[in-house]
């Protein structure tokens, strides 16, 4: 209770109740009130406990589905939306990127198999006809919510166990000692296929992104292909430009 009497609006100031309740709740996501996938109050609970009408709530919760913090469930609720700000301007790995948020990585595995490459990864990763691929296929989730689909390939040389990896395939190449040191990213919009929708649980044909990544050694040697099929409701990709 105490925690929501912090986010009372003022009604001395010229700002408007709600964006000021919008604001005021906004603050308190940032801060880690609320995990992802958790319900906020209700509208109700909102206008009775800041003694505000629940116009004003209903009208402060509206800017914040705007801006993609939450979302409404029809006759469940409302909760907030899991969102991941990636710079584009530093190499990290999915797991790093969560856990310096707060959220708690895990994966699913799908798929972890050798196999031989395709004409693509032949190409990209430098390999010979007769060399074979690790290729991993898994969900990428955060505090249980599953984010993205990974499919990645590395040449079998180097990962000859891919059954070795846990849930951060980079923390893996460091510790064998081939850590990824830079990478080319390509990022893309695409429509879900029938498969991916019903992996991360959207409508088929709903906006993704599609990250390509291409990893590489300290001696320039590519070794790993990426292809990360994002929520677009859930990712944002940040970068810093400067003159």
Known sequence: MDSIITLRPDSSQPTPLYLQLARNLEAAIQAGQWKADQALPSER????????????ARKALDVLVEQGLIR????????????LEQPLSR???????????????????????????????LTRLSLSPSDQVARLKRLRKA??????????????????EPRAIGDSL???????????????????????????????????GTAMLRMTRIGFL???????LTD????????DFVAELRR
């Open 45 to 56: 609970s909102l206008s009775e406990d800041l003694n505000i009408s629940r116009v004003t």
């Open 72 to 83: 409404r469930n029809q006759g469940s609720g409302t909760f907030i939306t899991p969102r």
């Open 91 to 121: 190499l990290s790995s999915f797991t790093e990127m969560l856990r310096s948020k707060g959220l708690t990585p895990s994966s699913q595995w799908l798929e972890r198999e050798i196999a031989l490459p395709t004409l693509d990864e």
């Open 143 to 160: 505090d249980g919510v599953v984010m993205a689909v990974e499919l990645s390939t590395l040449p079998a040389a180097l990962l000859p």
């Open 170 to 204: 980079y923390a893996h190449l460091e510790a064998i000692g081939r850590p990824v040191v830079r990478a080319l990213q390509h990022i893309r919009a695409i429509n879900a296929s029938t498969e991916m929708a019903a992996l991360v649980g959207i409508a088929p």
């Open 218 to 224: 300290a001696d320039k040697t590519p070794i790993e």
């Open 228 to 235: 990360t099929y994002c929520r677009d409701d859930y990712y």
